[in-house]
C-alpha cells in the first residue's frame, strides 16, 4: 500500500511541476519554488528514468556547473530538465543553487557588452553552447562571465532564467 500511495504522489508531483514559473524563492517563508533553475554539482551525475537508485540510469551528465531547470521534486531527489530537452531524475546534492547559463545554439557568437544596452561596447563574443556564470539579470538583459571575462548579454540569447525573472 505505501509504494501505491509514493507512486501517486510521485505522479502529482510530476504533474505540478508543469506549472509556470514563478520567482525561484517564496519571499514569505523562504521555500524554493518549482520549476527554477540550478546548476549540476559534479562533472559526473546519474540522471535516472524515476526518483530512486532502483531506477535504472539514462544517462550521465559530466559537465560541472551545466545550468538545468528543476522540474519536481520528490522527496531527496529532483527531476531536471536540460538546455536540449532531456529529462531525469538526481539526487538533490548533485544540484547546486548556484545560477549559470548557456549560450543559445544557432546564430553564431552572441556578443558580450560592457553594459545592458547594445550601443555599448562589445568586450567579448560567446560562442553557442559556452557555459557561464549568471551573474544578474535586468529587463532583458543579463550579465554572465567565464574565463575571466564579463559582459552583458541579450536575456534571449541564453538558456538559464526566465523571461522576467530578476536575477539575482
Same mark, same amino acid.
Given at each position: 500500500?505505501?509504494?501505491?500511495?509514493?507512486?501517486?504522489?510521485?505522479?502529482?508531483?510530476?504533474?505540478?511541476?508543469?506549472?509556470?514559473?514563478?520567482?525561484?524563492?517564496?519571499?514569505?517563508?523562504?521555500?524554493?519554488?518549482?520549476?527554477?533553475?540550478?546548476?549540476?554539482?559534479?562533472?559526473?551525475?546519474?540522471?535516472?528514468?524515476? #526518483?530512486?537508485?532502483?531506477?535504472?540510469?539514462?544517462?550521465?551528465?559530466?559537465?560541472?556547473?551545466?545550468?538545468?531547470?528543476?522540474?519536481?521534486?520528490?522527496?531527496?531527489?529532483?527531476?531536471?530538465?536540460?538546455?536540449?530537452?532531456?529529462?531525469?531524475?538526481?539526487?538533490?546534492?548533485?544540484?547546486?543553487?548556484?545560477?549559470?547559463?548557456?549560450?543559445?545554439?544557432?546564430?553564431?557568437?552572441? #556578443?558580450?557588452?560592457?553594459?545592458?544596452?547594445?550601443?555599448?561596447?562589445?568586450?567579448?563574443?560567446?560562442?553557442?553552447?559556452?557555459?557561464?556564470r549568471l551573474a544578474e539579470c535586468r529587463g532583458p538583459w543579463c550579465r554572465i562571465a567565464a574565463?575571466?571575462?564579463?559582459?552583458?548579454?541579450?536575456?534571449?540569447?541564453?538558456?538559464?532564467?526566465?523571461?522576467?525573472?530578476?536575477?539575482?
Amino acid at each position: 500500500m505505501a509504494h501505491i500511495v509514493r507512486a501517486f504522489l510521485a505522479l502529482l508531483i510530476v504533474l505540478l511541476g508543469t506549472r509556470a514559473p514563478a520567482s525561484p524563492v517564496r519571499p514569505e517563508n523562504g521555500v524554493l519554488t518549482v520549476p527554477r533553475f540550478a546548476s549540476l554539482h559534479a562533472d559526473k551525475v546519474n540522471l535516472r528514468t524515476g #526518483p530512486g537508485r532502483r531506477y535504472p540510469i539514462e544517462w550521465v551528465l559530466t559537465r560541472r556547473n551545466m545550468p538545468v531547470e528543476i522540474t519536481a521534486e520528490f522527496e531527496h531527489w529532483r527531476r531536471i530538465r536540460e538546455w536540449d530537452g532531456t529529462t531525469g531524475w538526481v539526487e538533490e546534492h548533485m544540484v547546486d543553487d548556484q545560477r549559470f547559463a548557456i549560450i543559445e545554439k544557432g546564430g553564431g557568437d552572441r #556578443p558580450l557588452y560592457a553594459a545592458p544596452d547594445a550601443a555599448s561596447n562589445i568586450v567579448a563574443r560567446a560562442q553557442p553552447g559556452a557555459v557561464a556564470r549568471l551573474a544578474e539579470c535586468r529587463g532583458p538583459w543579463c550579465r554572465i562571465a567565464a574565463a575571466g571575462v564579463a559582459g552583458w548579454i541579450r536575456r534571449q540569447d541564453i538558456w538559464g532564467a526566465y523571461s522576467g525573472e530578476n536575477v539575482p
